[in-house]
């Protein structure tokens, strides 16, 4: 059966590559997106952000019409699958940002048919994806619903797709069995839950990771009061000893969805969730930590600084929630000058690599981008990954910088 797909939210970081692997694989795929230039840059062939492999897809896809994009609200009914892909906040309390998505919620349901399929893709406040499915009833619509989570990582999306096992958490057997025959196209394991626990499953995972990190970050804050090499600990703790596989590296947990969705278990959870909370403070606390740690050993107040990286995590053009950005506000109030380079991110204010190298007195690395590795600064080098000396000194460095 060919199957005929409008993702809502279709070209944004989840929505788009889901769509180019979608139609790749077969599926005839509408984009419907509300952000104009995205669609624009869409609709022209242009990825609208850094997605590995998928300009030339973007391409074929396009060219041959299996793919198409729009801003019309009605392309929800001319489907026989929706994929919700918008984004799911948090405020400026950490606490879920449900209205906007109940919005955009009830305008798809307003548009939408008996007989579809709605799977909400992205992540979700646990017992959302049931609530959808009564509001349905209640709306007299007979749709089938699942929540099916995405878990690639941001940037990897095309290598990932087929290879992570996909969670199927349809509210019906009809429902599991339709989504299921769906992402059956891109070939991947699947396993079915109930699904709250699909919902779950993604907080827990992130949760878990950005809880990890926040192991590793304490561990670093505690090495350097004490002066000891937190990257030469960890190397000994993890070389050849099978139980510490996988421990990361210090560095900054940011990007737009760690933070977040430990922050919609722990408001899922009436805000108890200690453990989430305090990898918060650590996570969060980590550029303040560095900056006066660096005061101790310099002026920084007559000091020009810059920071290299300001996206969220190396080799991306994504600054959400980048501690790289917070980074920038704690130095811009206690240096004399902040410069920021980034080679990924557009930003007028943004200085040029060798302009950085050359006027800074002290640098900060903030994003480990491959353009920096093995770099020898002449000057101090604030390097809370350890990637400069660890590319300078064993060149290659697999991708493990912390973030989603
Ligand atoms: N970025 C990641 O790495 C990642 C990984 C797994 C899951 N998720 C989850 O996926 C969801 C989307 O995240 P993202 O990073 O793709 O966000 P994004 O902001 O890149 O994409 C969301 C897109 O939705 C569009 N949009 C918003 N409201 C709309 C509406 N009412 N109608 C049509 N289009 C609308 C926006 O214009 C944007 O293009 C979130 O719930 C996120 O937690 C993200």
Same mark, same amino acid.
């Given at each position: 059966m060919k199957h005929s797909v409008c993702i809502v939210g279709g070209c944004g970081h989840i929505g788009l590559p889901l769509g180019i692997a979608l139609s790749t694989a077969g599926a005839r795929v509408t984009l419907l997106d509300n952000t104009e230039s995205r669609v624009r840059s869409v609709a022209e062939g242009r990825m609208p952000f850094l997605e590995r492999g998928a300009d030339e897809s973007l391409t074929e896809v396009l060219a041959d019409g299996r793919l198409t994009v729009t801003?019309?609200?009605?392309?929800?009914?001319?489907?026989?699958t929706v994929v919700v892909t918008i984004g799911t906040p948090v405020d400026e309390f950490l606490s879920p940002e449900v209205r906007t998505f109940d919005r955009a919620m009830e305008s798809i349901l307003g548009r939408m048919h008996d007989g579809q399929l709605l799977i909400l893709r992205s992540t979700v406040f646990p017992g959302v994806t049931s609530r959808l499915d009564k509001r349905t009833r209640e709306r007299g619509l007979r749709i089938d619903v699942a929540h099916c989570p995405e878990r690639i990582a941001q940037g990897y999306a095309l290598e990932e797709t087929g290879s992570l096992p996909q969670i199927i958490g349809g509210v019906t057997p009809s429902a599991a069995r339709r989504a299921s025959a769906l992402f059956a196209l891109l070939g991947a394991k699947q396993i079915e839950i109930p699904p709250v626990e699909a919902e779950l499953c993604k907080l827990f995972c992130n949760s878990y990771r950005y809880i990890n990190f926040a192991i590793a970050n304490q561990f670093y804050v505690i090495a350097e009061k004490f002066g000891a090499d937190f990257d030469r600990v960890r190397k000994a703790m993890t070389t050849? *000893?099978?139980?510490?596989?996988?421990f990361p590296g210090a560095g900054f947990a940011g990007g737009p969805c760690l933070l977040k969705d430990t922050m919609q278990l722990a408001a899922f959870n009436h805000n108890d969730f200690v453990l989430g909370q305090a990898a918060m403070m650590i996570n969060e606390g980590l550029p303040t930590f560095l900056v006066e740690s660096a005061k101790a050993s310099y002026d920084l107040s007559t000091a020009t600084v810059a920071i290299l990286g300001m996206a969220?995590?190396?080799?991306?053009?994504d600054p959400r929630d980048s501690l790289a950005y917070k980074l920038r506000k704690v130095l811009t109030f206690e240096s004399r000058k902040v410069l920021c380079t980034d080679p990924y991110i557009e930003d007028p204010s943004f200085v040029s690599l060798e302009t950085a190298l050359e006027e800074a007195d002290v640098l900060f690395l903030g994003a480990c981008h491959?353009? *920096?590795?093995?770099l020898t600064p002449r000057q101090p080098t604030i390097d809370v990954f350890n990637f400069l000396k660890r590319t300078s000194t064993e060149g290659a460095e697999p991708r493990t910088a912390n973030a989603a």
């Open positions: 801003m019309d609200p009605d392309a929800v009914g001319r489907s026989d050849d *000893y099978p139980r510490m596989a996988g969220f995590k190396g080799n991306s053009d491959d353009e *920096y590795r093995g």
